[in-house]
Each structure stands twice: as structure tokens, then as C-alpha cells.
């Protein structure tokens, strides 16, 4: 992934943030390159946004908060993804954003800086766009129906597919360092955070995963762990990581 070259912003920003970084961000028709720390509320959900997002390092989650006052992660960003943020209707942010990891960010408060001050991003946008759209297409037909050693095994090939892709590993994955707990993923995978601890157990016990404990598994095998998935590796990477993050 090629970091994005743009003019440098100083300065603290406004807005309120939670953790130990800056605060969230308000748009004010200038580019953003920003750091957060790990918890670090970006956007809030609702609330004005700006139009979108770039990741040049770190783990962004994208979450939703149902009636009941539930958050629940929906999406995870990671280095090279762009994601736009505002509803289709108004300027206001359809996600809560915050930082999983110490994070870098570039923030684009309007459309039309896209084109105008950084060649290439558009590019980006779109192919990350069409990655998120076939993420998608994979989790909801599982989320539907699937068992849940299906669902997580799924997740955590996908998972392991696109931090190969971010250079976040060395080599083929053998080994995945996710930046979530238990429950987070079970957000993914709408499951508990028993029921993933005991699905982990399962696909242990199977030798498809080494270990059970988030953040740090081992995948010895990542055909079985597909096959578990009921996808195929290749067409998975196809589907989900553009040409930008594959080479």
C-alpha cells in the first residue's frame, strides 16, 4: 500500500474525543492528517461528517447503535482502505468511527477534494467500495443462516486475507493479530462472546486455529479453515482485495 502525499495540517482540531489522542474531527473544508490513540472516537454516529476517510495505518471500526443503546461494530478499515461516511441524504455520518489500534488518518471534508488534491484516491475509493460490497455479499448469506463455525471461520479468513494484503504479515498469514476481543468479533458474526469463545474451542480442536484467546491466533491451515468457511481461498481474494492491495 502507497501512503498518500499530501500537505501537512498542524494544530489540535476540535471536537471531543474519548482516549488519550486528539478528538474527533469536524470537517472544515480542509484535508486532515491526522494520529489518534487506541479508543479514540473519530465520528460520532449522526453526528456531521466529514465525506470520507482514508487509512494509511492503524484499525478503524465502523459501528451502529440499534434502539436498545447496543453498539456493534459492522466494518473494519484497515491501512490502504477508503470508505466514504456520510448518508446518502444529508452530511451527517451513517457510522460511529473509532480508532482499535494507534491509528493514521486522512480525512477528506468534501467530494470535490478527492479529484482536486489527491490523484489516485478516487481510484481508491471506488475500489475499496466494491471490496466492502463483496465483504458484504459473503457475511449476510452466513449471518442469515450459518452455523456459527461457519460464520467465524469465514470472518477470520477474510480477516487474515486482508492483513496479508496491508502488509500487516510477513509472508503467507500464518499467524493473525486482530486488534478486537472476543465480543467484537461476535458483533461480526452476531454471536456472543460465549458462543465465540466456545466456536474458537471447536475450530481448535479441529486443527484449523492455533489457540483461542483474541488477539493472537495461529491459522495452520487456511484451506480447512476455508473449506469450514465454504469458499473457496482464491475467489475470496478475488472478490474482496483490489489490485492496489495485492501487489
Known amino acids: 500500500m502507497t501512503a498518500i502525499s499530501m500537505p501537512e495540517r498542524t494544530g489540535t482540531g476540535t471536537g471531543t474525543g474519548t482516549g488519550t489522542g486528539t478528538g474527533a474531527i469536524e470537517g472544515d473544508g480542509d484535508l486532515v492528517r491526522r494520529n489518534f490513540a487506541t479508543g479514540t472516537q473519530i465520528v460520532a454516529e449522526g453526528e456531521p461528517a466529514f465525506h470520507a476517510i482514508c487509512v494509511e495505518r492503524g484499525w478503524l471500526g465502523l459501528s451502529k447503535t440499534i434502539n436498545t443503546g447496543k453498539t456493534l461494530i459492522v466494518d473494519l478499515l484497515l491501512p490502504g482502505d477508503t470508505a466514504r461516511l456520510r448518508m446518502a441524504g444529508a452530511a451527517r455520518s451513517l457510522y460511529e468511527v473509532r480508532s482499535l489500534a494507534p491509528s493514521h488518518v486522512i480525512c477528506i471534508p468534501d467530494a470535490h477534494h478527492i479529484a482536486a488534491r489527491l490523484p489516485g484516491v478516487a481510484e481508491r475509493l471506488h475500489a475499496s467500495e466494491r471490496a466492502a460490497r463483496a465483504r458484504w455479499a459473503e457475511r449476510m448469506p452466513r449471518l442469515g443462516w450459518a ?12 480477516l487474515a486475507l486482508r492483513t496479508e494484503a496491508a502488509g500487516l504479515t510477513r509472508g503467507p498469514v500464518g499467524h493473525l493479530s486482530l486488534p478486537l476481543t ?4 461476535g458483533e461480526m ?3 456472543s462472546a460465549v458462543h465465540v469463545c466456545r466456536t474458537l474451542q471447536t475450530l481448535c480442536a479441529a486443527g484449523l486455529i492455533g ?6 491466533l495461529d491459522l495452520p491451515d487456511l484451506p480447512g479453515l476455508a473449506a469450514r ?4 481461498i482464491d475467489d475470496l481474494r478475488n472478490s474482496i482485495i483490489h489490485k492496489d492491495r495485492s501487489t
Open 147 to 158: 452455523a456459527a463455525d461457519m460464520r467465524i471461520a469465514y470472518l477470520l479468513l477474510e
Open 182 to 185: 472476543q465480543a467484537q468479533l
Open 189 to 191: 458474526a452476531g454471536l
Open 211 to 216: 489457540g483461542t484467546f483474541l488477539p493472537a
Open 229 to 232: 468457511a465454504g469458499i473457496d
